[in-house]
């Protein structure tokens, strides 16, 4: 059965930094292509990182150059390392991976304020 967990968010101010991690269980990530989603209160869910089987990765705009997707096969996960942070990053982050379906894990809040 395939589980994603992710962990590493919090509370952080303007400008900071913060990792986080999507662990899996019954299923290889380097496999697959691996994203990152995110989902502030009354907007809807919307992408903001991926990384391919191959180590390729993409980002959305409002992200790119501050944002970094990784993938550490031994451990079998995939992290988003989040620098410059900004009110507007705030929201839930989810890791996403689809076998034959969309599999999401629980989320992991982030929180951007002075």
């Known amino acids: 059965q395939v589980q994603l967990v992710e962990s590493g968010g919090g509370l952080v101010q303007p400008g900071g930094s913060l990792r986080l991690s999507c662990a899996a269980s019954g299923v290889i990530l380097r496999v697959y292509t691996v994203g990152w989603f995110r989902q502030a209160p009354g907007k809807q869910r919307e992408f903001v990182a991926r990384i391919t089987s191959g180590g390729s990765t993409s980002y959305s705009d409002s992200v790119k150059g501050r944002f970094t997707i990784s993938r550490h096969n031994g451990k079998n996960t995939v992290y988003l390392q989040m620098n410059s942070l900004k009110p507007e990053d705030t929201a839930v982050y989810y890791c996403?991976?689809?076998?034959?379906?969309?599999?999401w894990g629980q989320g992991t809040q982030v929180t951007v304020s002075s």
């Open positions: 996403n991976l689809v076998v034959g379906r969309d599999f």
